[in-house]
């Protein structure tokens, strides 16, 4: 499996992404926003777009879609729910489901609500596997839940899916973020090191070549994963001064979204 992770530079940081199966040359386009460089970087590889996937349904993910259609002739591929609200899809996709691209590389799709109730992350059954999480998970945080989304689905979606992965997962989210993610964990965790010593390495961090991090990295540096440190929890107290004595993750995960909602 080879991937070719695409920066926008738009104003909503976007990442697009192509994964292409190397015997066949075919490839799958993730959200492609930006068709224009997506297009040019399968030209470049010398791959040919046959699919195209939608993580959801908004239009920061799905805006590119007809204009690559149009110039490859692409099935488009999403949740199986977001069939009303995605013009150009031709395939529903429920957990479990397996994408096929080209000769070898197949994926697995994970049905993650949160972000939007219907919502799709894609997991490569390759022996590192990588998780392309749209904007449910990204490096260092969490999506929000404004647009048709539930904090309630989130954590249920982090807790008993993301959670559970190989710690050796690539993560590949659908936007940078990663600057600004570790500035709210190091204000929830002032005294996490692991984030404090990162932060400045990708404050100014090339792009076009950014970090990608692990789920054990994540462990260590996302406060939407980090809900029983002591720490955390003194400090969302401060804020939330009735939270209970010992309070269940859960409530540290809402709580935290809540703050990080107007952060």
């Known amino acids: 499996m080879l991937v070719e992770q695409i920066w926008t530079a738009n104003s909503g940081r976007n990442f697009n992404y192509l994964i292409a199966c190397p015997e066949a040359g075919e490839a799958l386009a993730v959200d492609p926003l930006d ?36 110039a490859t002739g692409a099935k488009v591929l999403a949740h199986v729910n977001a069939k009303d609200k995605i013009p150009e899809m031709n395939q529903g996709l429920r957990a479990g489901d397996v994408i096929r ?16 109730m219907s919502h799709i992350c894609i997991m490569s059954r390759t022996d590192k596997p990588a998780l392309f999480c749209g904007d449910t998970l990204f490096n260092a945080g969490a999506g929000n839940c404004h647009n048709g989304g ?32 570790l500035g709210f964990t190091l204000d929830r965790e002032p005294d996490n090191g692991k984030a404090k010593s990162l932060l400045p390495t990708v404050e100014h961090q090339d792009t076009n070549r950014p970090l990608v991090t692990t789920l054990a990295m994540e462990r260590e540096i996302n406060t939407f994963f980090r809900l029983t440190s002591s720490t955390v929890i003194r400090r969302l107290r401060e804020a939330f001064p009735d939270l209970p ?19």
């Open 35 to 70: 068709y224009e460089k997506c297009l040019n970087a399968a030209k470049n590889r010398g791959w040919a777009i046959t699919q195209i996937l939608n993580t959801h349904e908004h239009r920061d993910h799905t805006g590119g879609n007809a204009e690559m259609v149009a």
């Open 150 to 181: 539930h904090p309630n689905e989130l954590y249920n979606t982090f807790v008993n899916q993301l959670s559970k992965l190989p710690e050796e997962t690539l993560i590949y989210p659908g936007h940078d973020y990663i600057a600004r993610n």
């Open 245 to 263: 004595d010992n309070p269940d993750p859960k409530t540290v995960f809402l709580k935290l979204r809540e703050l990080r909602n107007k952060w």
């Open 101 to 116: 691209v080209g000769k070898t590389v197949e994926l697995e799709c994970l049905d993650t609500p949160g972000h939007t």
